[in-house]
């Protein structure tokens, strides 16, 4: 792969689980690869690693709090400095509820303050890690090839942003926002040559969960079925505001439900002519 074919990538959440399956990919691939995560432990030496197992590729570790505005500006700003460019970003870093719902309790005599950490990581970080993606992205010149892409964007959803999940609201909460941010953010994106898609996967056994008993009566999804839906969305540059649900073998791409009638999509044209809401 020569200097121009590299693409410039950063995952976060890249240290582990469903980010250290995305890095290995694009690894594998001679990319180069930035890792964003909290754990710096984990971090080096997973890039440690991944630079022995992937010579051709160029890794790195950064420390980021995803949830932190000023950590992402800084890291994305550092990674794009030293490659030069942005090609690809995943916004992947992600928290369950870590046990039973405070979303709820009925049992206090006292409400409680819910515990918010999940939606700002998985949501709030994910704004975070699309608003400076496209910003570095934009950068790219734009006489690329009719129809090539001038960045990609994935965010890590889960089919729990898709269905009911009433064990978990406030995660499901989460992930049906990273969709929402998905499918509303093609449209303006797409202006500029930049495609953003998401990724819905079933359970797969990673260490976001708090036990690893918890998936022992579950059907779990393979990591490769993951890793074929974001090739997907690499290979294809016409995707975009695309949802690819990843569930046992298969990839599907869940379209959003029709407009109730006329009318809803007459007003949500008049909205986007207007620019503003």
Not at 28 to 57: C, F, M, W
Not at 202 to 224: G, Q, S
Request: net charge negative; glycine share 8%; charged share 20%.
């Amino acid at each position: 792969m020569n200097a121009k074919q590299r693409k410039s990538v950063i995952v976060t959440g890249g240290a582990s689980g469903i980010g250290l399956a995305m890095v290995r990919y694009f690894a594998s691939q001679g990319h180069r690869v930035a890792i964003l995560d909290l754990n710096e432990e984990v971090g080096v030496k997973t890039a440690g690693q991944l630079s022995n197992d992937y010579p051709q590729a160029e890794i790195s570790f950064r420390k980021c709090d995803v949830s932190s505005w000023q950590d992402q500006a800084s890291a994305f700003e550092d990674v794009f400095q030293k490659h030069g460019a942005l090609d690809v970003v995943l916004a992947n870093a992600g928290v369950s509820e870590q046990g039973v719902t405070t979303a709820i309790d009925l049992r206090e005599e006292t409400p409680t303050e819910p515990r918010l950490k999940v939606l700002n990581i998985n949501l709030l970080g994910v704004v975070y890690s699309v608003k400076l993606a496209s910003h570095y992205m934009n950068k790219k010149p734009s006489f690329e090839p009719h129809g090539a892409s001038r960045g990609l964007i994935i965010c890590t959803a889960s089919n729990a942003g898709l269905y009911p999940f009433p064990t978990a609201p406030l995660y499901a909460t989460s992930k049906a926002g990273v969709i929402g941010l998905v499918r509303s953010l093609a449209r303006p994106l797409s202006q500029h040559g930049i495609q953003i898609n998401g990724l819905a996967p079933a359970v797969l056994e990673t260490n976001i969960a708090p036990d690893k008993a918890l998936f022992k009566d579950m059907v779990l999804t393979p990591m490769d079925t993951l890793i074929r839906g974001v090739a997907k969305f690499v290979e294809d540059p016409s995707l975009s505001g695309e949802v690819a649900e990843i569930h046992g073998p298969i990839v599907t791409l869940r379209p959003p439900h029709e407009c109730v009638d006329d009318d809803s999509a007459r007003n949500l044209e008049v909205f986007w002519n207007l620019g503003y809401a």
